[in-house]
């Protein structure tokens, strides 16, 4: 029982190169998240899936796409990078009827 | 939309004391109120959470307080110890849809000194 995966764990990118942030979970979990965490501002949702075939902006959607491949995928993908974007993100994911979030270990990307 | 101020930013005890960490929501219909605790290069983890119609649960030696009045909860460590240094992150919901969507605070960096 993995929890939450995602891959890469480091990248780093020039600015205007594109990658996808992939994360996937076999919790049998509904609902999937997108956080960046930025020093000083805690955990900010960038999107999120409520249920397969559903995703919503959250906070910080400016920048990112992402697609609910099936209820054990969710992925994120940066079209063009900006150093903006350097940031640690975390995927994570949460039951039906349970609030507590389960992440994945972070992605680290840099944006040069 | 939420809005989480969480203080102080870094909070430094010796070991045995306690520690106070509080978190102001500006959302009257948030309803609940976790506390993450994320070590050094590690992912965050829920410690203890908090629904809107319990004012004070405890565990060990962590517990919450919640006035929805004030629109503020706090998180309590008593008898601190070394492997308690982290930084921890509140956070509310209001969303009955998908509980997950939480807004979290800034966080604390929690030193614990032997």
């Known amino acids: 029982n993995a929890g939450v995966t995602q891959t890469p764990k480091f990248q780093v990118l020039k600015t205007g190169q594109s990658m996808t942030l992939q994360c996937a979970q076999d919790m049998n979990h509904n609902s999937m998240y997108w956080y960046r965490q930025d020093p000083g501002m805690g955990l900010r949702l960038i999107y999120y899936?409520?249920?397969?075939?559903?995703?919503d902006k959250g906070e910080v959607p400016n920048g990112y796409n992402v697609s609910r491949l099936n209820k054990r995928e969710f992925s994120l993908r940066l079209e063009s990078a900006a150093p903006s974007q350097t940031s640690v993100y975390f995927c994570?994911?949460?039951?039906?009827?349970?609030?507590?979030?389960?992440f994945g270990e972070g992605s680290r990307l840099t944006v040069l | 939309g939420e809005n989480v101020e969480q203080h102080p930013s870094t909070l430094s005890v010796q070991e045995g004391d306690s520690a106070v960490i509080k978190c102001t929501y500006s959302?009257?219909?948030?309803?609940?109120f976790p506390w993450y605790k994320q070590e050094l290069g590690k992912r965050p983890q829920l410690i203890i959470d908090i629904r809107s119609n319990v004012g004070e649960k405890k565990d060990q030696r962590i517990a919450v307080t919640l006035n929805k009045t004030a629109k503020h909860f706090s998180l309590h460590i008593t008898e601190t110890q070394p492997e308690d240094s982290a930084v921890y992150f509140c956070?509310?919901?209001?969303?009955?849809?998908?509980?997950?969507?939480?807004?979290f605070g800034q966080g604390t960096i929690l030193t614990v000194h032997p």
């Open positions: 956070a509310a919901s209001s969303s009955g849809t998908s509980y997950g969507k939480l807004t």
């Open positions: 994570a994911s949460s039951g039906q009827g349970n609030r507590e979030l389960f």
């Open positions: 959302d009257s219909a948030s309803n609940y």
């Open positions: 899936s409520a249920s397969e075939g559903t995703t």
